[in-house]
């Protein structure tokens, strides 16, 4: 009988969801709102420091101001310019941008790796400030609950799914909040007239797309992941330009050099001072620790944590840092709801003071067990945890805890001294090809990055005086 009243409140939620209409702010259009403009900017600014956190900001101040300065000015002539606008760069080596909910917009520093002009960073900033005036991140979290409104509705009338719920809903959130290829184009069209009415030439939103457009040559090159979602590059040079021929644009402020000199040291690809994998073995110069993972895990890194898991993703590793002392780590840990400490004590692990203990929970898929090592070094205790299935961990525990026990100080000072690779500025004398450049001022990439990063061919003709870039240092050990 209760669950005869449920049903028609949820679907009266879902129809009242559905009606939830809104003005677009930049279209003029209609459009599905269930955020206010007030919650929308909260939610930026949650969000906003959980990306500072794990992502981390780009440590060059100078060159933060500066995307910060040319966002600015874009969303000044916005249709929301009264948003708590930001714009920053993230130490991320990997050809992205995205905005986030009120205001919040991020380039990663491996597309300004890219950027052969200022023109073009106002395209890419116009093209994400467009997401965030169009409201088009907001339209899709509307979506998502009003599908996870439904997916309630659905449970509620079937009780035996309320066990997978945690998964569909999932799945729905990944499906709802990509954009669709008509939120993109908008936000091109947004950009568009955003990099126009502050004067930037428009050429530079077609040559941004001529270089996405490249991303996916040579090498089995991915398409990068700032374009996974968006229509097809070579759609989007041919709609910009139409968007040119149709305005009547020409010409504007491009500042090539004035670009390229505020990226001059940039680093390039992954920063082996933030830790790298040598092997098995997970090296951080920055912070002189080591330890070894066991053969044949997938394994990768993030500003704030290094994870690796089992093949069979039966079993998983992950290694983070904190203040406090190994004691303190170890009681918090253990203090968590649903943590069954099933063991604990104190040792020395390389020589470092340590707590070890191993533990237990259990989830909807059954119990976990696990070994958790608490290890102070410096001014940092570092928590280590490895678990798996209680009818698998058998296989693993022996790996795990041999992973945990080679946890040592780094000394080696060839793997101390590691920097990575940078951006260099070369204004070249005399004409040449670009295959001729690329002879005379030799990479430490493939000729194909060089030619990618600076937007030309080999057989290009470049003019004596023309300031290019090239890519320097090692980015790790010799030889690795």
């Known amino acids: 009988m209760v669950r005869r009243n449920l049903i028609p409140a949820a679907v009266t939620a879902i129809s009242l969801s559905l009606s939830a209409c809104a003005t677009n702010p930049a279209t003029g259009g209609s459009m599905l709102s269930l955020v206010s403009e007030g919650q929308e900017i909260e939610m930026g600014q949650q969000y906003r420091l959980e990306v500072e956190r794990e992502q981390g900001l780009y440590d060059d101040s100078a060159l933060n101001a500066y995307v910060d300065s040319v966002g600015q000015a874009l969303a000044a002539v916005s249709e929301r310019p009264d948003l708590p606008w930001s714009f920053a760069v993230v130490d991320d080596p990997v050809v992205n941008a995205f905005a986030l909910p009120g205001g919040p917009i991020y380039l990663a520093r491996g597309i300004m790796a890219h950027f052969n002009s200022e023109a073009e960073l106002a395209s890419v900033l116009g093209h994400e400030i467009g997401h965030v005036t169009a409201?088009?991140?907001?339209?899709?979290?509307?979506?998502?609950?009003?599908?996870?409104?439904?997916?309630?509705?659905?449970?509620?009338?079937?009780?035996?799914?309320?066990?997978?719920?945690?998964?569909?809903?999932?799945?729905?959130?990944?499906?709802?909040?990509?954009?669709g290829r008509d939120d993109e184009a908008q936000s091109d069209e947004l950009g568009f007239r955003y990099m126009t009415r502050l004067g930037y030439d428009p050429q530079g939103a077609v040559d941004m797309f001529e270089i996405l457009d490249r991303q996916?040559?040579?090498?089995?090159?991915?398409?990068?992941?700032?374009a996974s979602t968006h229509p097809d590059p070579g759609n989007r040079i041919a709609a910009a330009e139409e968007r040119i021929a149709k305005s009547g644009l020409r010409d504007g402020l491009v500042r090539r050099d004035e670009y390229l000199q505020r990226i001059q040291g940039l680093v390039w690809g992954e920063d082996p001072r933030e830790g790298y994998f040598l092997g098995q073995r997970f090296l951080h110069p920055e912070l002189a620790f080591q330890f070894t993972l066991p053969d044949g895990l997938l394994k990768r890194k993030s500003k704030t944590a290094v994870l690796a898991g089992s093949p069979d993703k039966d079993a998983k590793f992950q290694l983070t840092a904190g203040s406090g002392s190994p004691e303190r780590a170890a009681e918090e840990f253990f203090s968590r709801d649903g943590i069954e400490r099933t063991g604990i004590a104190r040792k020395s692990v390389n020589g470092?003071?340590?707590?070890?203990?191993?533990?237990?929970?259990?989830?909807?898929?059954?119990?976990?067990?696990?070994?958790?090592?608490?290890?102070?070094?410096?001014?940092l205790t570092y928590t280590m945890l490895g678990y798996a299935p209680s009818s698998r961990v058998g296989r693993y525990a022996a790996s795990m805890e041999r992973t945990m026990n080679s946890f040592a100080p780094l000394t080696d000072s060839t793997l101390l001294a590691v920097e990575p690779r940078r951006i260099d500025l070369v204004r070249v004398s005399e004409a040449m090809t670009a295959g001729e450049f690329v002879s005379r001022y030799p990479s430490t990439v493939e000729d194909a990055d060089v030619f990618r990063i600076n937007g030309i061919r080999s057989s290009d003709r470049i003019e004596a005086g023309t300031l290019l870039k090239r890519v320097t240092g090692t980015g790790g050990p010799v030889g690795r």
């Open 135 to 179: 409201r088009h991140i907001v339209e899709q979290m509307s979506r998502q609950q009003i599908a996870q409104l439904g997916l309630i509705a659905s449970m509620i009338a079937v009780p035996d799914l309320m066990p997978y719920s945690e998964g569909l809903s999932g799945a729905l959130g990944v499906v709802f909040l990509k954009f």
């Open 216 to 226: 996916g040559e040579g090498s089995g090159r991915a398409i990068p992941e700032w």
């Open 352 to 379: 470092l003071p340590a707590v070890v203990g191993t533990w237990s929970t259990t989830t909807r898929q059954g119990v976990i067990e696990g070994i958790a090592s608490f290890v102070q070094y410096g001014d």
